[in-house]
Every structure is written in structure tokens, then in C-alpha cells.
């Protein structure tokens, strides 16, 4: 990790999100130091995605600011190119009902040029073998010919992962981007975000559900619903006192490991 | 097997002649846009504007107004309108594309039955008159082909991300509510200028069947695209070719083609996913 006194990679400042006239989000402020990561937890409708939404600038902001890499995000969600190029977002899910006629090789390649208009006969070998290097890199060499809607759920993820590494980026921003997967799946998804982290410098942000998780990996928790309840180290944000505050009493924490050989959870 | 000498006869009159060219145009745009339309699950939609198109038609006929200069305007006005209300009803989009094309439907027959004077068929309406088509016509649908063909060659990566999901799209930088929008307008304007040659009732036909057929064929997005407008383009050259032939109506000709191929390419996909399953099992 780099030294705490660079410039945040992401700093929001009092971020206010209204959502179909609710309040969503309301005056929440926080850092990402470069090359971190931090997860965002709280309980369902607590405005997790709604947060995540409005600092990529896919939701207008009520009030407050957003800065990624030094650059003031729009009323409208503007960025410069540049930064925007830098940026990975992971979704929960893609719209794959049925057929979807696109190669993972193809959707891989998608995430290689840089954001903007391009024409559809630009694609040159340097970008080739970029995809190629991202699918080795993500375990997905031989998925390259196969359709997008024809992977697993984790073999979909781990693409998701390629469509990421493809580029140098700095900032990842996950939204339950494990939702889905069985214990194994999780893990193994887990430990590819946690390698490729590693060897790119990625500044992370994840909305997460999997406390255990959380515990082991992150550097950082921000504890959401609605505001900001407590932002800290795992320990203390994870703390009994500070989970029943978040998602009240009758939560009982939960520990367990997985066995990297077998992926079992035990509670 | 045809006879060539019937063939020569149909091919050498310039009304055929402009038909065939008009159905090339008019099935390539619609299997074009209908690649992107069948994945957003649009097909209703284009169905919807489909019927509301009568509605204009009849609006036209009524006010005194050319109803091609009526067509246009009302189709892109619809389609936001649409639009808008699929976004902020909070009810399922089939229903409510339902209602919205079931009441067209209805206001538009009223309206006709106001107007004494009509002079055109409904039955010319609602099937299309492909064989009436004109220069004039075929230059707007060429030029409408170019520009869509232009347009989504440009923006394939935005198209392609924004309809898997539309914060991928948004997070890497495409406007994703401007592009649904102008997918939404230029669909409009490609089923208000198609009307004309296809019909009230068939041209979804045109926008779903090619595309669904170039789905099971294509494994890769732009050969999606192509296959889908060659379908299209070429379902129409067959049938109206086969309409000429045996003096049946053309626009249904078209569309019983279209099917044909969507059969032929769903049994070469049950083939090709067969032939897959057995080289892994070996």
C-alpha cells in the first residue's frame, strides 16, 4: 500500500442522493487511498447502490461532491476520458436472456479501447493480444470462442475480471459482484479479485453482503444505511456493537473460513 | 421450379422492379434495427408502434393532411411518449404496450369510419402496397438504411454494453439514456417510413423474425448484425419474387419466407448445438 498522504483516489464530500423523492443517501463523506480496499456494507435498501450509482455519475447528486483522481465529477456524471478510462465498474448481473450473440472474446475486446465513438473495423493485433493476456490472466483462455450467454455464473464473473484487467485501471467498483455464486465459485472469484488487486495497483470499492469476506480482505469498512453509521478498520466497524447499530440487534456475527482446497464454509 | 419466362415478364416490369428494390431496403433496415430491438426486448414495442402508425394514418386522413407527412412526426412523438410511460408507470411493460396499442387500434378504426371520403383500402393499410412504392420512397428508405447503418457501426460498443447493462454502459463513459432514446426515435422513424410497403400489421414482423433467426445462427455480434439484415433483405427479394410469380398478396408472401427462414435457422442451431454435444462427449 502506498503512503496514506497521496491523493485519494476517490473522495466524496457530503453526497446527498434522492431516489423517486426519498431520501437515499444523505450527507455521506468518505476516502479511497490509492491501491485499498473498501467495502461497503449495510443492510438491504440501506442505498448501497444508490451511493455506488451516483459517485460512478449515473445518478444526479442531490448536493455534495465527488472527486475522482482530482477530477470534479459533472452535475450530469461528466469526466474527462482519460479518468473515465480508468474507472471499471462490475455489475450484479448482465441481461442475458435467451441467446446473446456476442464471444467472450468480443465483450473481453469491448473493455480495451478507450472510452468514446470507434469504428467497428479499428481493432488492431495489439488489442488482440491484449484480450488474449486478459483471459489467461483470469483462468478464461479457453472461453474465448464461447458465448457470453453460454458461461456459468462463475465462469461469467471471472469474465467480468478480463473485461477489468484488459486495460490498466486504478479504481474497480464492485456491486455485489459475488451475488449468485455458490461458496466455491465466491471464493475462487475472491481470490482472482484478491491476486489481480495485487498485481495492478487496484484501488477497490465493494459493495458487499459477505462479512466474512470483508473481515479478511478489506482495508476499510464503510457502514451504510442511508448515512454513513461508522467507516474504520474491519475490526471496529465489524465489531457486535457496531453490526447490531447497522442491522439492529437480532443480528448474531457470523464467522467462518474457507479451506482454499475445498471451498467449504463452516460457521 | 419457376418458369423463367413468367420470371422475365414479372422482372421486367418497373413496378417489380422498384418493389424488389424497396423490399431489399426494407428488410435489411428492419433486421438491422431488429438485431438490437429482439435483445432489448423491444419486439413488442415496435408491434406497438406498428398500430399506433394507423392511428397517425388515420389522424392524416382526417385533418386533410398527406398521411406520409403526418406518419413520421406522430411515430417519434408516440415512441417517447411510450417510452415515458413503460419508465415511470411501475407496471410491466407488456401490459402496458398492450394497452397503448389495443386503444391506437381502436381510436384509429373510429376515426376511419368518420371519413367518408377515404379512398385508400384498409386492407392496403394494414398488409402494406409494396408494389406502390416509388423513387421518392425508395430515396428516404436508402438514405434511412445508410444513416441507421452509420449510426450503429459508430456506436456498437455503447449499443452492445448499454443493453447487457446499463451501469456498465454508464460507468464506462457511454450516455446510455441518449442512446436508448435515439435507438428508440430512429426505430420509430424506420417503422413510420416502412408502413408504407409493409403494413400496419406485418412490419414487426420484419424487425423480430431476421433478427431472431440471425440470433441462433451468429456467434459473434457483428455477423449478428449481418445475417439479420441479409435475412431480412433477402426473405423479401424471395417473397415478393414468389408474390410476382403467383399473384398472391405480397407483404404476407414476405413474412410466410421470413418464417420459412427462421425455421431453417432454428433447425441448423438444433444441428449445430447437437454436433457440439457430441464432440464434447467424445
Keep these: 500500500m502506498s503512503s496514506s498522504t497521496a491523493a485519494p483516489v476517490l473522495a466524496v464530500q457530503g453526497l446527498t442522493v434522492e431516489r423517486d423523492g426519498l431520501l437515499a443517501v444523505d450527507a455521506v463523506s468518505f476516502q479511497l487511498a490509492r491501491e485499498t480496499d473498501t467495502a461497503l456494507v449495510g443492510p438491504n435498501g440501506a442505498g448501497k447502490s444508490t451511493l455506488v450509482a451516483a459517485l460512478l455519475g449515473l445518478l444526479p447528486r442531490a448536493s455534495g461532491t465527488v472527486r475522482i483522481m482530482g477530477h470534479a465529477l459533472g452535475p450530469a456524471g461528466q469526466l474527462p476520458r482519460s479518468v473515465r478510462a480508468q474507472i471499471a465498474y462490475l455489475p450484479q448481473s448482465l441481461a442475458l436472456q435467451g441467446r446473446f450473440p456476442l464471444s467472450v472474446a ?13 469504428l467497428p473495423w479499428a481493432v488492431g493485433q495489439r488489442r488482440h493480444g491484449a484480450v488474449q493476456r486478459a483471459l489467461e490472466r483470469t483462468g478464461c483462455r479457453d472461453l474465448g470462442k464461447r458465448l457470453l450467454s453460454e458461461l456459468s455464473g462463475g465462469q461469467l464473473k471471472r469474465v467480468l475480471l478480463a473485461f477489468c484487467v484488459v486495460r490498466p485501471r486504478q479504481l474497480l467498483v464492485l456491486d455485489e459482484a459475488q451475488a449468485g455464486l455458490d461458496a466455491p465459485s465466491s471464493e475462487q472469484f475472491h481470490q482472482l479479485l484478491l491476486e489481480l488487486r495485487r498485481q495492478e495497483g487496484w484501488t477497490v470499492l465493494q459493495v458487499s453482503h459477505d462479512l466474512e469476506m470483508v473481515r479478511r480482505s478489506c482495508d476499510q469498512v464503510l457502514c451504510l444505511n442511508r448515512r454513513l453509521r461508522c ?22 456475527p457470523y464467522r467462518h473460513q474457507h479451506s482454499p482446497s475445498s471451498g467449504d464454509a463452516h460457521g | 421450379m419457376a418458369d423463367p419466362a413468367a420470371l422475365t415478364l414479372v422482372l421486367a416490369q418497373p413496378f417489380m422492379q422498384r418493389a424488389l428494390i424497396g423490399g431489399l431496403l426494407t428488410g435489411a433496415l428492419g433486421g438491422l434495427l431488429g438485431s438490437f430491438a429482439v435483445l432489448r426486448q423491444l419486439s ?16 392524416g386522413i382526417l385533418l386533410g393532411i398527406n398521411p406520409t407527412l403526418v406518419l413520421v412526426p406522430f411515430a417519434v412523438i408516440f415512441a417517447l411518449l411510450v417510452n415515458q410511460l413503460v419508465q415511470r408507470s411501475r407496471l410491466p411493460a407488456d401490459a402496458l ?39 421518392p420512397d425508395l430515396a428516404v428508405i436508402a438514405v434511412l438504411l445508410l444513416g441507421a447503418m452509420a449510426y450503429l457501426a459508430l456506436s456498437l460498443r455503447a449499443q452492445v454494453l448499454l443493453t447487457l447493462n446499463n451501469d456498465l454502459a454508464g ?11 435515439a435507438f428508440i426515435v430512429l426505430l420509430a422513424v424506420v417503422v413510420a417510413v416502412s408502413i408504407k410497403a409493409v403494413g400496419v400489421l406485418l412490419i414487426s414482423a420484419f424487425v423480430v423474425i431476421p433478427a431472431c433467426a ?15 439484415a441479409t435475412m431480412g433483405g433477402g426473405c423479401a427479394l424471395v417473397g415478393l419474387l414468389g408474390s410476382g410469380l403467383t399473384n398472391l398478396p405480397s407483404g404476407p408472401c414476405v413474412v410466410i419466407v421470413q418464417f420459412a427462414g427462421f425455421v431453417l435457422a ?10 457440439a454435444t457430441t464432440q464434447a462427449s467424445s
Excluded at chain 2, 44 to 59: E, K, R, T
Excluded at chain 2, 122 to 128: A, C, P, R
Excluded at chain 2, 171 to 181: K, T
Excluded at chain 2, 214 to 228: D, E
Aim: net charge neutral; aromatic share 12%; proline share 6%.
Design chain 1, 106 to 118: 468480443e465483450f473481453v475486446g469491448f473493455g480495451f479501447d478507450p472510452p468514446g465513438p470507434r
Design chain 1, 231 to 252: 467507516s474504520g478498520v474491519p475490526d471496529y466497524a465489524l465489531s457486535p456493537a457496531r453490526l447490531a447499530e447497522l442491522y439492529g440487534p437480532n443480528v448474531v
Design chain 2, 44 to 59: 413488442f414495442f415496435s408491434d406497438a408502434l406498428g398500430h399506433s402508425a394507423l392511428l397517425g394514418i388515420s389522424l
Design chain 2, 97 to 135: 404496450l398492450n394497452i397503448v396499442y389495443s386503444t391506437s387500434l381502436a381510436f384509429a378504426v373510429v376515426a376511419l369510419s368518420l371519413v367518408e371520403t377515404y379512398r385508400g383500402g384498409i386492407q392496403q393499410l394494414l398488409f402494406g402496397d409494396i408494389l406502390g412504392i416509388g423513387w
Design chain 2, 171 to 181: 460507468a464506462f463513459g457511454v450516455r446510455a439514456n441518449w442512446h436508448r432514446l
Design chain 2, 214 to 228: 440471425g440470433r441462433l445462427l451468429s456467434r459473434r455480434f457483428p455477423m449478428y448484425m449481418l445475417t439479420s
Design chain 2, 266 to 275: 432454428l433447425l441448423v442451431s438444433q444441428i449445430n448445438a447437437h454436433g
